[in-house]
């Protein structure tokens, strides 16, 4: 009897590329961005109990950080975060960081980080992604997604060897970061946006003002809930559609786009001034 080894030896090859482009992405991002960025920063998350774990881990590298911490509690707040958790109960997502947001009204903060309660970073931290944000010159930026992890839209894969790329396109959620001078232009989020669907759209316009977006793909997340498990989506479904007609467009991916891409092997990225 024949056997065909072709398969397994592919999955095999692939591996061990991934494995290879795994190490040389970190070893150069560890480079880079191993040092703690001092800017002022805030972290903005909502938090659902049974998610403590995640929560913690992330409220625990933002301390560390010195990064202002408001968190909402969806239901039961934890309690070794009450010093940080500024309210509790039921809502939706926009209304609630808007909420949170209101509490740092006050403060003068270089960089904003917004986190759902769900993820983990499975190449590097919280310091890590607004360092590299910095250094790209991106307003707006998100780590890429581990290919593990459960994520809408392929163009947030992490893609090997690559540091980063330049994108039309950041999702709001589960995880991204606003720089100066962009955080007026973001915050507070628009109203009635329900959980944020098609969010982004907006932050287009932005590009023209010369902001630009990003996907560093040398950090990367895994989200750990499937996407749009725990509220409607009709709502959610109807304003996207409606936003991508009033662009004339059909779909989502029909706006985004790659317009630069930084590999472990270029000394600076394409779009940096």
């Not at 919280?126 to 392929?154: D, K, M, N, R, V």
């Not at 969010?199 to 003002?209: S, T, Y």
């Not at 990367?220 to 409606?242: C, D, F, G, M, Q």
């Not at 991508?244 to 779909?251: A, C, F, K, V």
């Amino acid at each position: 009897m024949a056997f065909n080894f072709s398969f397994p030896l592919r999955r095999i090859a692939c591996s061990r590329t991934r494995h290879a482009a795994s190490i040389a992405t970190t070893l150069r991002a560890n480079h880079l961005f191993g040092s703690i960025n001092l800017l002022p920063s805030a972290l903005l998350c909502i938090y659902r109990n049974r998610n403590e774990v995640t929560v913690k881990c992330l409220v625990d590298q933002a301390r560390r950080r010195g990064m202002h911490i408001a968190l909402w509690a969806l239901d039961k707040p934890i309690a070794d975060l009450s010093p940080f958790t500024v309210g509790r109960g039921p809502g939706l997502r926009m209304d609630l960081l808007n909420h949170l947001w209101d509490t740092m009204s006050p403060l003068a903060v270089d960089q904003l980080v917004i986190v759902d309660d769900d993820i983990v970073f499975t190449h590097g931290s919280l310091s890590q992604l607004q360092s590299a944000a910095s250094y790209c010159e991106f307003g707006i930026a998100q780590p890429a997604h581990h290919e593990t992890s459960l994520c809408s839209y392929e163009i947030t894969r992490r893609r090997n060897y690559t540091l980063a790329r330049q994108t039309t396109f950041v999702e709001p959620g589960p995880i991204f970061v606003v720089s100066q001078p962009w955080i007026k232009h973001v915050m507070p989020f628009p109203k009635d946006f329900g959980m944020g669907w098609g969010l982004w759209l907006g932050w287009q316009n932005l590009q023209k003002h010369g902001c630009k977006l990003g996907i560093l793909d040398c950090l990367s997340v895994k989200h750990l809930s499937p996407v749009a498990s725990e509220y409607s989506t009709t709502i959610e479904n109807e304003r996207l559609r409606s936003l991508l007609l009033d662009l004339n467009l059909q779909s989502p991916i029909e706006a985004q786009q790659t317009l630069g891409t930084w590999k472990v092997w270029d000394r600076q990225p394409s779009w940096k001034s």
